[in-house]
């Protein structure tokens, strides 16, 4: 058995401490360099969750605006559907205000049911019926068709609706035709100014 003490054991002991030393440097170079890497991976996954979270919202934002487009166009559609059914409607009741005798009271009955029917029809759509009769003149909601001069009523005051005017969801689809008061002198005093 070798002397504790020999040369030669003091070399193999400095020999051992060097390595352990030169192991304990090697775990350190590789715990940071794997410490590096775990940051860079949490980095690179952070980065992703945020790319991910902004497309999910550019998604929703996209998918938004398709919802928002087809139901503008499903309006679009059906109020050109509606400008159509107008003359229609316009038809009926000029045809009711012509053939009130009692030969045609059957048919009256016939085709006020029809007519109560489309203008029902029409209305669970959307559509609100213009009826400015006694109510001030408005360019975007009504169409002066003819003004009568008098003192009885304010000026601008609608007093007799030619046809009737129609809104679908805030927007006029015909302008109500109208005739307008107007006090005398009204319009030139207007014109002096």
């Known amino acids: ?3 504790k003490d020999s040369p030669f054991n003091t070399e193999n002991s400095m020999q051992n401490d060097a390595a352990d030393q030169s192991d304990e440097a090697k775990l350190a170079a590789d715990s940071s360099a794997a410490d590096a890497e775990v940051a860079k991976l949490a980095s690179d996954l952070n980065e992703l969750r945020q ?3 902004r497309r999910q919202a550019d998604f929703d934002n996209y ?3 398709i919802e928002k487009e087809r139901a503008e166009d499903s309006k679009r559609h059906t109020a050109r559907v509606i400008e159509s059914l107008i003359p ?3 038809g009926f009741e000029q045809a009711f205000a012509a053939h009130r005798e009692a030969e045609y009271e059957n048919y009256r009955k016939g085709f006020e049911l029809i007519y109560k029917q ?3 029809n029409v209305t669970r759509l959307g559509v609100e019926r213009i009826d400015p009769l006694g109510k001030l003149f408005d360019p975007h909601l009504h169409q002066a068709m003819d003004r009568t001069e008098t003192v009885q009523h304010e000026d601008g005051t609608i007093l007799q609706v030619f046809q009737p005017g129609y809104f679908f ?3 006029v689809l015909r302008p109500a035709m109208v005739r307008v008061a107007v006090h005398p002198g009204g319009a030139s005093k207007e014109a002096a100014n």
């Open 63 to 65: 998918r938004k605006r």
């Open 118 to 120: 489309l203008v029902d």
């Open 1 to 3: 058995m070798p002397d």
């Open 169 to 171: 969801y805030g927007r």
């Open 51 to 53: 790319t991910l979270m």
């Open 88 to 90: 229609i409607i316009d």
